[in-house]
């Protein structure tokens, strides 16, 4: 099955800074790769997502990059808010199936 | 309704006890899936459903665990002789295909077994 790996676990930047988080999978028939943002008692909240036909993908300061040969996708935040602070969570799966999520990274930005 | 709703948001339970915890979905979203996260964890997939079709259970962690789906509609994720490892946040998502993508989580329920 699925194994999804997330690093780092904690992250802390200065606002206005970039952060990445960076994942790893191990299913080669996985081809939707999403992020979800939980922030403190609430259920995770998808930010964006990306499917494998695609190498890149953005929606303001929030993007994704895909590298299905290396089996490895990563978050990118550009010009972090205090709001961005909140536990960021990858996923992998496909059709019929239901995601595999990694361990979850804490974003901490400090104004 | 407009999201996906759990009940009860939270859960105290004593060791031994069965509890039976309640999802949901959006209408008209065929999909349907249970999560544990444990404090300060990742979600750990438990079961899936696809409108009529057989449940995929292959994430539910002993035979205590349980979960039913009456049609596309509410579903029941019962846990029988709860024991202290249960205690986590059950999460309820469901999609409007055959998944996994869009997934609409619910706020969860914290489950407590003391």
């Known amino acids: 099955g699925e194994n999804v790996e997330q690093h780092p676990s904690t992250l802390s930047v200065q606002e206005g800074d970039s952060a990445v988080i960076k994942c790893t999978y191990s299913?080669?028939?996985?081809?939707?790769f999403p992020w979800y943002k939980q922030e403190l008692g609430k259920g995770p909240q998808l930010i964006i997502d990306?499917?494998?036909?695609?190498g890149e993908k953005k929606d303001q300061r929030i993007a994704v990059t895909l590298n299905k040969t290396a089996k490895h996708f990563s978050l990118h935040i550009t010009e972090t808010q205090p709001e961005d602070s909140a536990v960021y969570f990858c996923?992998?799966?496909?059709?019929?199936?239901?995601?595999?999520f990694g361990k979850g990274t804490t974003l901490s930005v400090s104004s | 309704g407009a999201g996906v709703s759990q009940s009860p948001s939270n859960k105290v339970t004593e060791k031994g006890k069965d509890v039976e915890l309640r999802c949901d979905p959006i209408?008209?979203?065929?999909?349907l899936y249970w999560y544990r996260q444990r404090l300060g964890q990742g979600l750990e997939f438990l079961i899936y459903?696809?409108?009529?079709?057989?449940?995929?259970k292959s994430g539910l962690p002993s035979d205590r665990f349980s979960a039913e789906r009456t049609g596309e509609s509410v579903s029941t994720l019962t846990i029988q002789r709860t024991q202290q490892e249960d205690s986590a946040v059950y999460l309820c998502?469901?999609?409007?295909?055959?998944?996994?993508?869009?997934?609409?989580f619910g706020s969860g329920t914290r489950l407590t077994v003391v």
């Open positions: 998502a469901s999609s409007s295909n055959s998944g996994p993508y869009g997934y609409t």
């Open positions: 299913d080669s028939a996985s081809n939707y």
């Open positions: 990306i499917r494998s036909n695609v």
């Open positions: 996923a992998a799966g496909e059709a019929g199936t239901a995601l595999i």
């Open positions: 209408s008209g979203h065929t999909a």
């Open positions: 459903f696809q409108g009529n079709s057989a449940p995929d």
